[in-house]
Nanobody, 121 residues
Framework: QVQLVESGGGLVQPGGSLRLSCAAS????????MGWYRQAPGKERELVAR???????NYADSVKGRFTISRDDAKNTVYLQMHSLKPEDTAIYYC???????????????WGQGTLVTVSS
């Protein structure tokens, strides 16, 4: 069973920075892609950033130029570096991985528990 654990959320002032991390643990698995999603009160969950095993990335328009997604393959960890944070970035941020198990071709989605980011002065 693959598990994802997010960390790094908290309270930050507008214009500040924060780095989120998401570590995948388990055995006999590989990850095709990992991404960050967020959900604010009254809004649908939305994609923030995604990175594939090949290193390609994509971002929501609202965070381009401010957020950077990266990965550490040795640690099966993905990071989201956030700069110039705005109050509208306040949300629960969820990590999601597209996972396959050794010897299989199917992929399944695994979600973390979420970490709260609050941007407020």
């Amino acid at each position: 069973q693959v598990q994802l654990v997010e960390s790094g959320g908290g309270l930050v002032q507008p214009g500040g920075s924060l780095r989120l991390s998401c570590a995948a643990s388990g055995s006999a698995f590989s990850i095709r892609a990992m991404g960050w999603y967020r959900q604010a009160p009254g809004k649908e969950r939305e994609l923030v950033a995604r990175i594939t095993s090949g290193g390609s990335t994509n971002y929501a328009d609202s965070v381009k130029g401010r957020f950077t997604i990266s990965r550490d393959d040795a640690k099966n960890t993905v990071y989201l570096q956030m700069h110039s944070l705005k109050p509208e970035d306040t949300a629960i941020y969820y990590c999601k991985a597209d996972v396959s198990y050794t010897g299989e071709y199917r992929y399944l989605e695994v979600w973390g528990q979420g970490t709260l980011v609050t941007v407020s002065s």
